[in-house]
């Protein structure tokens, strides 16, 4: 599985675009893109995944550049309770269930 | 929908006494699994399971078991509990159709080991 890098953390403003990107430079052509994230003590949550085109749905968008090398999910307008730890992941559709690998992720921090 | 259950959601032991952190899932997935979480830490795998009579070591298995008897059911038996095992532990499940990366996670056990 392709590595990812995220930056440790960011702030957001209440009601305003919160844009978390992500590095997996090295991703190769069968790996799609997946957004998971963690709210304090709770399970991971999945939101959102992708291979190359856009991903819209319910919670967020999931914006991959041509190249496939980078991806931004963007949660519209996030609220308090959108604050949580999010984590990039690459991996293969159907690969080896169990294996999702979390890194640190992304500590986002709406803020009123 | 109830998804995945787990209990107990809080446990203390002592160093050397066993426990089991139970797990359920209503959603009849085949893939389930369990992760720990220790502070400041991503998830990391212990165990794994694609189906009923079927189990495989993850990233960090040593000190605990599984059996997958049930589709239902994914228990996590840790034989003789050491203080390096203090964490909060995860369980997930996924369907075998479909995209199993895809997982649907538990409320979490929060366990410390004195």
């Known amino acids: 599985d392709a590595k990812t890098t995220q930056p440790t953390s960011m702030d957001c403003a209440e009601g305003r675009a919160a844009n978390l990107p992500c590095n997996h430079s090295t991703i190769s052509g069968n790996e799609y893109v997946y957004w998971y994230r963690q709210i304090h003590s709770q399970g991971p949550q999945y939101i959102i995944h992708?291979?190359?085109n856009n991903e819209t749905n319910e919670m967020a968008s999931l914006i991959i550049t041509e190249d496939r090398k980078s991806s931004t999910l963007i949660l519209p307008h996030a609220t308090l309770r959108d604050t949580a730890v999010y984590y990039c992941i690459v991996k293969q559709y159907g690969g080896s269930q169990g294996n999702l690998i979390f890194g640190k992720g992304t500590k986002l921090s709406v803020k009123p | 929908n109830a998804g995945v259950t787990q209990t107990p959601k809080f446990q203390v032991l002592k160093t050397g006494q066993s426990m089991t952190l139970q797990c359920a899932q209503d959603?009849?997935?085949?893939?389930m699994s369990w992760y720990r979480q220790d502070p400041g830490m991503g998830l990391r795998l212990i165990h794994y399971?694609?189906?009923?009579?079927?189990?495989d070591q993850g990233e960090v298995p040593n000190g605990y078991n599984v059996s997958r008897s049930t589709t239902e059911d994914f228990p996590l038996r840790l034989l003789s509990a050491a203080p390096s095992q203090t964490s909060v532990y995860f369980c997930a499940s996924s369907a075998r159709t479909g995209n199993r990366n895809i997982q649907y996670f538990g409320a979490g056990t929060r366990l410390s080991v004195l």
């Open positions: 992708g291979l190359k």
């Open positions: 399971s694609v189906g009923a009579g079927i189990t």
């Open positions: 959603m009849n997935h085949e893939y």
